[in-house]
T-cell receptor
């Protein structure tokens, strides 16, 4: 059973546009919802994360929207730049010392 | 700067030999480290969870005798791929949990290690 479904698998956005990546989950015990950014040949790095007590969190050009009832959260990248071209993973986890559950990833290409 | 360091960044070894990858937490003591494997254009697959001073917990389907994990200190975990074969060629990534982080959520990843078995 796939606990985390991420979409789309790949995404091409023009420079300056908005990139939107979605993540749907099954496990209602998840209480931490991060997005990781991974450049080719590098390890993933935490981009932004949200807890379920808020519906939205914004950090610069990056925003997480969280819909608890729908069990979905999304990443919005405003004013997308070529340097944002990377693979993005949602990786929710449960409370305490549980592990991250990675989605399959979204390859984002921002065209100049 | 990086708070989790992996070494080597890449390694080529002959089939049948063993290779060791190190993962160090630089600014904190990591009681728990994780080892992942990632194939090209795929997601990260958790191989095992390593707790300092105790045996690692392996995920289903991961051969513990092939992928030896040692977490002998609070800042160092090692993954040894024994009797490596070409199908073990992959990108191996470690991560470490900062116990001082918020509610166990602060997890840092290393830069990864490319293993090529020829």
């Amino acid at each position: 059973q796939q606990q985390v479904k991420q979409s789309p698998q790949s995404l091409i956005v023009q420079k300056g546009g908005i990139s939107i990546i979605n993540c749907a989950y099954e496990n209602t015990a998840f209480d931490y919802f991060p997005w990781y950014q991974q450049f080719p040949g590098k390890g993933p790095a935490l981009l932004i994360a949200i807890r379920p007590d808020v519906s939205e969190k914004k950090e610069g050009r990056f925003t997480i929207s969280f819909n608890k009832s729908a069990k979905q959260f999304s990443l919005h990248i405003m004013d997308s730049q070529p340097g944002d071209s990377a693979t993005y993973f949602c990786a929710p986890k449960g409370s305490g010392y549980s592990t991250l559950t990675f989605g399959k990833g979204t390859m984002l290409l921002v065209s100049p | 700067g990086a708070v989790v360091s992996q070494h080597p960044s890449w390694v080529i070894c002959k089939s049948g030999t063993s290779v060791k990858i190190e993962c160090r937490s630089l600014d904190f003591q990591a009681t728990t480290m994780f080892w992942y494997r990632q194939f090209p254009k795929q997601s990260l697959m958790l191989m095992a969870t390593s707790n300092e001073g105790s045996k690692a917990t392996y995920e289903q389907g991961v051969e513990k005798d092939k992928f030896l994990i040692n977490h002998a200190s609070l800042t160092l975990s090692t993954l040894t791929v024994t009797s490596a074969h070409p199908e073990d060629s992959s990108f191996y990534i470690c991560s470490a949990r900062d116990p001082q982080g918020a509610r166990g959520n602060t997890i840092y990843f290393g830069e990864g290690s490319w293993l090529t078995v020829v």
